[in-house]
């Protein structure tokens, strides 16, 4: 089993849907948890940055964690078809090797005009 | 520079060859990594620099693949005999020092050199 599990999708959505994408861990010590959107044949950019349990809101975006459950959640808003990636979700324990991430295999998502 | 720049964008190698990919971090970040996506599935670590030193290199798959950032700056990643398990896109990454924080500390990617080897 991975550290941590993404849906890989695809999912696809008509423009103005609400998404919902999620990963779950098995490691309790990942305390650092990210969003980051990947356009085709680009890197990664990040989108949304959590440190340990609650709720975070960025415009259309709203990142949960809820570390009871090692469950997190990034919802779209009035998705629009330039959120069109593969959103990959990324976390990093506490302590001296805090830089390095584990990521998830990504959801790859197309929204319909 | 204004983000993290990777060169070749593109390489196609026949098996056997060495590769070398160059990153190009932004100006003033003291860390550096490299990171491996094969299709499909996403980036997993390869090494961590801060400035010149490599302070981790648990991430390289074997002994065939080499990096070095000699002035704290500039890093490349070398492949030597490459195998077709090696295609794959090679993200090179910066961040300001390394840590990240319950504030923030943004690691920026690069756009990749995608490898096939033939």
């Known amino acids: 089993q991975k550290e941590v599990e993404q849906d890989p999708g695809p999912l696809s959505v008509p423009e103005g849907a609400i998404v919902s994408l999620n990963c779950t861990y098995s490691?309790?010590?990942?305390?650092?948890f990210m969003w980051y959107r990947q356009y085709s044949r680009k890197g990664p950019e990040l989108l949304m940055y959590?440190?340990?349990?609650g709720n975070k809101e960025d415009g259309r975006f709203t990142a949960q964690v809820d570390k009871s459950s090692k469950y997190i959640s990034l919802f779209i808003r009035d998705s629009q078809p330039s959120d069109s990636a593969t959103y990959l979700c990324?976390?990093?324990?506490?302590?001296?090797?805090?830089?390095?991430?584990?990521f998830g295999k990504g959801t790859l998502l197309t929204v319909n005009p | 520079g204004a983000g993290v720049s990777q060169s070749p964008r593109y390489k196609v190698a026949k098996r056997g060859q060495d590769v070398a990919l160059r990153c190009d971090p932004i100006?003033?970040?003291?860390?550096l990594f490299w990171y491996q996506q094969a299709l499909g599935q996403g980036p997993e670590f390869l090494t961590y620099?801060?400035?010149?030193?490599?302070?981790?290199k648990s991430g390289l798959p074997s002994d065939r693949f080499f990096a070095e950032r000699p002035e704290g700056s500039v890093s490349t990643l070398k492949i030597q005999r490459t195998q077709q398990e090696d295609s794959a896109v090679y993200l090179c990454?910066?961040?300001?020092?390394?840590?990240?924080?319950?504030?923030?500390?943004?690691?920026?990617f690069g756009e990749g050199s995608w490898l096939t080897v033939v």
């Open positions: 100006s003033g970040h003291v860390s």
């Open positions: 959590t440190y340990s349990s």
């Open positions: 490691n309790s010590a990942f305390q650092y």
């Open positions: 990454a910066s961040n300001k020092d390394g840590r990240l924080t319950a504030s923030g500390n943004t690691i920026y």
């Open positions: 620099f801060q400035n010149e030193a490599q302070l981790d």
């Open positions: 990324a976390m990093s324990a506490s302590g001296g090797s805090n830089y390095k991430l584990t």
